[in-house]
């Protein structure tokens, strides 16, 4: 089955304590991308990637870190996390086609992060 | 500073009248436009797209209509079912970016 998987779903923490949440995908995409959603605010792009070795800041990358050494998996990491950092986070994938992310972008079920 | 605005929080519809969804953007670099479904506890899901070269696109019982002049998009659903019940999101993309705007909540009743 094609999916988007992310570890943990939940997760409270507290600030400055190092977290990662993974991300992989089974589809041999190319394209990998972090979203936060925020009540107000919809969807905001994190970073993104396009291959392996290959990452880009979206549009909120203040506190985030990503890496992508494997083409399937597309780790989000926060080095010192803070109350603003609580949200729903996705992941999501795609193909390329012509240097461009594709309509069928799989998203993740979401990571729910809460920061105290 | 949102690129991507979608004014009405909500919208609520009887189920088989249309259900017309707005965006409107600022950036003109956007060249091609999408719109997501999301259901709670789910991530979204692609529903149909745009590029600027063209006005309207349609699938099935989705039509998203693109006026560039206006910097506005649309999305029609004719007929609504209650099954279409959910957040909807319009998205831009310039290059492999993207760009959301809030969502808006439709409710389609029985």
């Known amino acids: 089955e094609a999916q988007v998987t992310q570890n943990p779903r939940y997760l409270i923490t507290v600030t400055g304590k190092k977290l990662t949440v993974t991300c992989s995908q089974n589809?041999?995409?190319?394209?990998m991308s972090w979203y936060r959603q925020d009540p107000g605010l919809g969807l905001r792009q994190i970073y993104y990637s396009m291959n392996v070795e290959v990452t880009d800041k979206g549009d909120v990358p203040e506190g985030y870190k990503v890496s992508r050494k494997e083409k399937r998996n597309f780790p989000l990491i926060l080095e010192s996390p803070s109350p603003n950092q609580t949200s729903l986070y996705f992941c999501?994938?795609?193909?390329?086609?012509?240097?461009?992310?594709?309509?069928?972008?799989?998203f993740g079920p979401g990571t729910r992060l809460t920061v105290l | 500073d949102q690129q991507v605005k979608q004014n009405s929080p909500s919208l609520s519809v009887q189920e088989g009248r249309i259900s017309i969804l707005n965006c409107d953007y600022t950036?003109?670099?956007?060249?091609?436009f999408l719109w997501y479904k999301k259901y709670p506890a789910e991530g979204p899901t692609f529903l149909i797209s745009i590029s600027s070269i063209k006005d309207k696109n349609e699938d099935g019982r989705f039509t998203v209509f693109l006026n560039k002049s206006a910097k506005h998009l649309s999305l029609h659903i004719v007929p609504s079912q209650p099954g279409d019940s959910a957040v909807y999101f319009c998205?831009?993309?310039?290059?492999?970016?993207?760009?959301f705007g809030a969502g808006t909540r439709l409710t389609v009743k029985p």
């Open positions: 998205a831009a993309s310039a290059r492999n970016d993207m760009r």
């Open positions: 589809m041999n995409h190319e394209y």
């Open positions: 950036n003109s670099m956007f060249d091609y």
């Open positions: 999501a994938s795609s193909f390329l086609a012509g240097g461009r992310f594709t309509d069928t972008q799989y």
